[in-house]
C-alpha cells in the first residue's frame, strides 16, 4: 500500500540534518507496517495531479497556521476534500490534524492557553497514550463530520476520526525525545516560554507511545477503522 505524504513545512534546518524531515520521519515511524511512501512538497506548491496518486495520504506538521495567508492553504484544502471524496483513507497530525478540520468545516485559533512543547498524555477510547507536542495553535470547533475521540485537559479535541474516511491527531507521534530536544534549541528558545522549555526538558526521558500509535495509524489506513 502507497501512503502519500503531503509536506506542510520543513524542519529547522539544524533539526534536520541530525533526524531528518517529514519524509523521513514517517517511513520511520511507520516502518515494519508494510507501506512505501512517496511525498510531495505542498509548502513549495508541490501536489499530486489527484488523489488516485497514492493509496492513502498522510498531512504533516508544520510552523505555519492553517488560518494564515500562504499560498498553499487553499489548494492543500481543496486536495483534502477530494481525497475524501475519492474515499482514500486520510490521517492528519498537528498542522495536518487542524487542515483537515478547517477544510471540511471546522475552526482553528491560536490557543489563549498558549504552548503544549514536549510529552503529554493523551485520553483514548480504552487507553491513555503519551505522546511529543510542539502547537500553540488547536482546533476550537470540530466539522460536524467529525468524532472527538481523545483529549486532555489543555486540548479538548486531540484526536478526531472522520468515520470511515479520516483520522487525525493533534500530538507528533513521529517525533521522539532528540528530534523534541533540537526543536527546543533551535526553534523554543524566545518563542516559548522559558518554564514550558524547562519542564518539557525534565521529561525528555520519559517513555512515549508512538510505536502504538504507529499500529494504530497502519490499522486505519487498511482498514479505515480504528479497532
Not at 505524504?5 to 516502518?31: K, N, R, S, T, W
Not at 471546522?106 to 480504552?126: L, N, R, S, T
Not at 528558545?189 to 525534565?202: F, N, S, T
Request: hydrophobic share 40%.
Amino acid at each position: 500500500m502507497k501512503i502519500g505524504i503531503l509536506q506542510c513545512g520543513h524542519v529547522a534546518p539544524e533539526v534536520a540534518a541530525e533526524h531528518g524531515g517529514y519524509f523521513d520521519l514517517y517511513p520511520q515511524m511507520m516502518e515494519g507496517h508494510g507501506f512505501t511512501f512517496e511525498g510531495w512538497s505542498v509548502v513549495d506548491m508541490e501536489f499530486p495531479a489527484s488523489p488516485e496518486d497514492a493509496d492513502g495520504w498522510l498531512v504533516s506538521g508544520s510552523k505555519h497556521g492553517a488560518y494564515e495567508d500562504h499560498p498553499f492553504i487553499a489548494p492543500l484544502e481543496e486536495f483534502i476534500r477530494q481525497i475524501m471524496a475519492a474515499d482514500k483513507p486520510l490521517i492528519g497530525v498537528c498542522f495536518g490534524h487542524q487542515i483537515i478540520a478547517q477544510a471540511l468545516g471546522g475552526k482553528v485559533e491560536k490557543w489563549q492557553g498558549g504552548w503544549a512543547i514536549g510529552a503529554h498524555m493523551y485520553d483514548f477510547p480504552g487507553e491513555s497514550l503519551m505522546m511529543n507536542a510542539w502547537h500553540q495553535d488547536q482546533v476550537t470547533q470540530k466539522p460536524e463530520d467529525a468524532d472527538v475521540i481523545a483529549a486532555n485537559p489543555f486540548c479538548a479535541n486531540a484526536a478526531l476520526v472522520y468515520p470511515g474516511k479520516a483520522f487525525t491527531v493533534q500530538p507528533h507521534p513521529e517525533f521522539e525525545s532528540p528530534f523534541v530536544e533540537g526543536l527546543m534549541e533551535h526553534r523554543g528558545k524566545g518563542v516559548v516560554p522559558d518554564e514550558l522549555l524547562r519542564i518539557a526538558r525534565e521529561h525528555l526521558g520519559d517513555a512515549n507511545d508512538n510505536t502504538r500509535m504507529a499500529e494504530i495509524f497502519a490499522r486505519f489506513f487498511r482498514t479505515r477503522s480504528l479497532s
